[in-house]
């Protein structure tokens, strides 16, 4: 089992910053992909960025040049790195692992956080 924690989420003003975190224990695989979704209510959760074990990223192309995904290996920690947040960001974020190779297995390979709200006002 794995355990997601975030933190980070908030209000603030259009054009603003805001840092999550998320921070996984448990049975991580040394190969994984960490990421963070986001949803509104009545829509679909979507992706919003994804960072590989090596370090390769992938972002939506709506956050692109404001978000910026990390990861601490060490610390089994992902970042997300949020600027010049616009009114239409405001959503719950999701912290998701994806356990590459557990689902061969038999094994649970997709966790998720309980999600937290980010909030911008215009």
């Known amino acids: 089992q794995v355990q997601l924690v975030e933190s980070g989420g908030g209000l603030v003003q259009a054009g603003g910053s805001l840092r999550l975190s998320c921070a996984a224990s448990?049975?991580?695989?040394?190969?994984?992909?960490m990421g963070w979704y986001r949803q509104v209510p009545g829509k679909q959760r979507e992706l919003v960025a994804t960072?590989?074990?090596?370090?390769?990223?992938n972002y939506a192309d709506s956050v692109k040049g404001r978000f910026t995904i990390s990861r601490d290996n060490a610390k089994n920690t992902v970042y997300l790195q949020m600027n010049g947040l616009k009114s239409e960001d405001t959503a719950v974020y999701y912290c998701?692992?994806?356990?590459?190779?557990?689902?061969?297995?038999?094994?649970?390979?997709?966790?998720w956080g309980q999600g937290t709200q980010v909030t911008v006002s215009s």
């Open positions: 998701n692992v994806h356990l590459v190779g557990a689902q061969v297995l038999g094994l649970k390979y997709d966790y």
């Open positions: 960072i590989l074990s090596g370090g390769s990223t």
């Open positions: 448990g049975k991580l695989f040394s190969a994984n992909v």
